[in-house]
Each structure stands twice: as structure tokens, then as C-alpha cells.
């Protein structure tokens, strides 16, 4: 059956958040290809149980997969043909998702059209986790990597299988790290904001810019304001409890020690950015290029960048990706160790599908994270390390390779920690905010005054 790509521009539909800015940039996240993290939580195990797709055959039945994952229409289309193949008399229609990714969903669900499977951020299959089907003692779990599933489960059962975990923090460029300091940079020895600062006088000594900040709301509001809310902050638990405590006014912003610290590495790498002259260009594309031809010797991002950046680099190039240091305490592993969000999971719909199409999105899941094939061609198009056990895909990208030695070395820490910690347009209202402090237009009272009062308007989070 010819494949025909579905493009959804409608309006006036049912009223949704906003997706996060990751998704809207095409951020992309990896995953772990090797150990687990230990350091994150695993997820609790499943309660409920559901039949497992590889256990039942089917008949002819045709399902429909929508992503929000962007530019990647022919990686998805070059794995739903194999998947065909594989799979006789299960078709797979593609809906490609445009600027609107969430408000588009949501109209499909409108129309009576929910997709069999969908690619969503962890917040928006919580906040429609009714219309979900529990993955709960499906045999492809026990192929997924255990930390990788808790931004999956909520309240003890999983709903989703993640695509990718995506590392956050400084990327570098390793030929001008290497003149800096004389040899060797190794990233493992920046354990403190002032072994950063350190760094960066080196870079600047060699006439480069030490370091990049792109001013834009999804990159200060969601990926650096939201690790004041990590793990620095404590477990899953204390996460919850530190932004409920704010919720109601118990707490302020600008008396929390890990907000104030991350503010101070921000003010210091303020100091160095290649665009203080601009702040707010906001450019990803020019970004990537300065760190790619070492206009600037680090970059705060994620390891999705390689995107930008892969026609850029020239051969033998080299690049890597570490933490966002928070304080001067070298004892303290939550400075060297990267953050890692998986922002997006495969999920089934279960309200306006039927059984049989059910267990047929179920075996592209388990297709999409179990089969070689589709490994290979994600590792390669991705550039991202896989959270899937079996996979030994070679990642094609430094940046995601960096990512995966972290996870494969259990030096990484949830970012979120659940999914609904952090709404879903943080990175909208929060992101303003902190462009403005980053440009002074505000000192640092008065941003932890704005967004002790955006969370004033939330609901309480929960676990």
C-alpha cells in the first residue's frame, strides 16, 4: 500500500498547553545503549496487566502513528516500511506533525481520529494518561533500560516507552579546550563553578570566547532554570515537595541555595558569552557554527546540537558534552554529573482504538525499540544513545557518544524526575524571565519573584 503523509493544519480546536520548547526546536534526545543509570530512580513495577503483542496474532489491521519528534519524516517512513515487511497485513498510516504539534494532536482526538501510537513529551501523556493503554506486563519492557522509565510511570504503572535520552549541560570544542590548557582537556576535572571560571580564563587567554549562551526562552527556561529543580534539589520526592512548598508561598526562590547557585554560574558565564554583546540573537544555527570553527570553546545546550552542527565540523574534530556546575563543592556529584531527560515515549491510545489495532501498535513499539534494523537507522539519524538493552548501534554523533559513556558510567541524574513536575509551558513564561536576566533587564530578586509567582498559579504537583 502506497504510504501518503498526513500534514494537520487546523484551528479552532480544543484548547491545549503548549509542548515544550524541545519539542518546537526539534530536540531530540538519547538514551542509554549500555548500564543504567543508577543514580536514577527506577520505575515502579506495573501493577495492572495487559496481553502482550507479541502474543497475539493478528489479521489485517491498519493503524496510525503521529510524532512530534520534527524532521524526521524519513527516518519514520524508512522504519514503518520495514516494519510492514516484517509484519504482513498490518499497515501503518504516518501523520506528520507541524508547528502545532500538541493542538494538532488534539485535534485528531477531536475528530474521533485519536492515533494508534503516538510520539508525545512525558507531560502531555500524563495530562491524557486516561486515554492511554497501561504497558503493563508487556515483554518489551524488559527491553527498555529501567531508569529510562520512570518520566514513563505514573502513580506505579507505565505508560509510554522513551525514544531517547538526551544529555544537558556545556558542550566543548576539544582542539580549543586542548590549546587552553596546555594538553589533554579532560572534562572530568571541571568538579566546581570555579574550575569552570578557571577554564574559561584559559579559552580567553588564547583569544577565543570561553564559552556561548543562546538567549532564547525554551534553552534558559526549560534545559537551565529546570535544573535548579533536579536532583540537586534531592529525590523524586523532594523534587515535589521543594515546588509545592513554592506552590503555596511556604517557599521563595531566592532563598533556595540551588537556585542561587545556578544563577551564579549563569551570571559568570554571562561574563564570557560570545553573544554579551546580543544576548537575545538567539541563533542556534550561528551558535553552532561559532562552536564548530572555535569561535567559542563551549556552548550550553544538549547533545541534539549535533544536528546543527554535523555539516559544520571538519574531519577528526572533536567534541564532547559535561554538567553544568552549580557550586564550589568538589564533593558534591551532582556537579559532574550530567542531567539526562527523556523527552519524548511511544505511547497507545486506548480510548478510540480498537483492541486488535491496540496490539498492533504494541508490535511497532516493540519493533521501534527492539529490532536491530530500526536501532541502526535511529543511532544513525538520531545521532542519540538508545535506552534499549539490546542495542549495539554505532551513534554516529561525539556529542550523543558523550551522553551514552556518561549513562554507561552511571554518571548521570534524572532531570526531571517525573513528568509532571514542571508544567508544560515553563520554558514559555519562565523563558522570558530569564532572557530578561540575562540582559539585566532584571536583577535576581525580581526573576525569583516572577517565577515564584508563576508557580503561585499552578496546581500542586504530584509524585
Known sequence: MKKRIISLIMTGVLGASL?????????STP?????QNTNTEAAPAATETAPAAAETELGEVSISFYTTETGKDDMYQDLIADFESKNPGITVEYIAAG???????MALYASNEGPTVSLMDPINIWENQERMRPLSGEAMLDNITESSLSTMTFNGTVYAVPMSAAGIGILYNKAVCDAAVGGDFDPSTIKTRSDLKDLFDKIEATGVSATCITGVNWSLGAHYLCQSYGEAI???KARVDYVNSIISGETKEIDNDVFNGFMDTLDMMAQYNYNKNDPLVGDVNLDAMALAEGKCGTWFMGDWAWTYMAELVEDGAEFGLM?????DDANDVTNQYLPTSFAKGYCVDASQNTEEQQLAGLKFIEYISSDSYSQEVQAKRLGQALPFKNCTATIESPLGNSTAKYIAEGRT???YGTPSLCPSDIWYECGAYMCEYLTGACDRKTLADKIDAYWGNQDKREY
Open 413 to 415: 541524574v534524572d532531570f
Open 19 to 27: 509542548i515544550t520548547g524541545c519539542g518546537n526546536a526539534s530536540t
Open 31 to 35: 538514551a542509554a545503549t549500555t548500564e
Open 234 to 236: 534531592g529525590d523524586t
Open 99 to 105: 508547528d502545532d504539534q500538541l493542538q494538532q494532536w
Open 323 to 327: 554538567p553544568v556546575p552549580h557550586s
